[in-house]
Antibody
Framework: QVQLVQSGAEVKKPGASVKVSCKAS????????MHWVRQAPGQGLEWMGW????????NYAQKFQGWVTMTRDTSISTAYMELSRLRSDDTAVYYC????????????????WGQGTLVTVSS | QSALTQPASVSGSPGQSITISCTGT?????????VSWYQQHPGKAPKLMIY???KRPSGVSNRFSGSKSGNTASLTISGLQAEDEADYYC???????????FGGGTKLTVL
């Protein structure tokens, strides 16, 4: 069965960076887009961007351009999301979510989600 | 402020039907047949309930259905059950530049 298992909670100081991992299993990792979505405490969902695990190509939401980096390691079926220059309002649960097949149209489809990683930014 | 507008809360009694609306623009909901809906229980990850406006993933109850008219998409839950109590989010493709937008979420209470 498809599973996305994320790394554990992090506590960071303002200005630091955080790197969250998402290990995929149960499907061909390079065959589907991987997205990152975050949710601030008590707030809604916010799409951050996607990575094509096959090519390594990325597409970031305009808000996060220059600030987020998405990478992958195909040898271990793992995607990564690194957010730099953290601020207190980056405190949120960060989710990875599987998207469409890479050889199809990329749409608003997130069919499997990781369990979420809480990133707390506090001095 | 979210790009898509959802009611903050809806409620219904067991066995009843409810509908949650999701209003966007011609640049997102109205422009593409790529609207999806997610259910989120407290402390849990979202779960895909509807995609491509009205398609149900395998394993999702047929009590959940989706539709769209113009710039407004809707999620209908029939035969409400206690386990349906959760937050529901709509999401729409919004073109290659913006890509996707989410609604602000609707809290469903089963009375």
């Amino acid at each position: 069965q498809v599973q996305l298992v994320q790394s554990g909670a992090e506590v960071k100081k303002p200005g630091a960076s955080v790197k969250v991992s998402c290990k995929a299993s149960g499907y061909t990792f390079t065959g589907y887009y991987m997205h990152w979505v975050r949710q601030a405490p008590g707030q809604g969902l916010e799409w951050m961007g996607w990575i094509n695990p096959n090519s390594g190509g990325t597409n970031y939401a305009q808000k996060f351009q220059g600030w987020v980096t998405m990478t992958r390691d195909t040898s271990i079926s793992t995607a990564y999301m690194e957010l730099s220059r953290l601020r207190s309002d980056d405190t949120a649960v960060y989710y990875c979510a599987r998207g469409n097949l890479i050889f199809g149209v990329v749409t608003a489809l997130f069919d499997y989600w990781g369990q979420g990683t809480l990133v707390t930014v506090s001095s | 402020q979210s790009a898509l507008t959802q009611p903050a809360s809806v409620s219904g009694s067991p066995g009843q039907s409810i509908t949650i609306s999701c209003t966007g623009t011609s640049s997102d909901v109205g422009g593409y047949n790529y609207v999806s809906w997610y259910q989120q229980h407290p402390g849990k990850a979202p779960k895909l309930m509807i995609y491509d406006v009205s398609k149900r993933p395998s394993g999702v109850s047929n009590r959940f259905s989706g539709s769209k008219s113009g710039n407004t998409a809707s999620l209908t839950i029939s035969g409400l059950q206690a386990e349906d109590e959760a937050d529901y989010y709509c999401c729409s493709y919004a073109g290659s530049s913006t890509f996707v937008v989410f609604g602000g979420g609707t809290k469903l209470t089963v009375l």
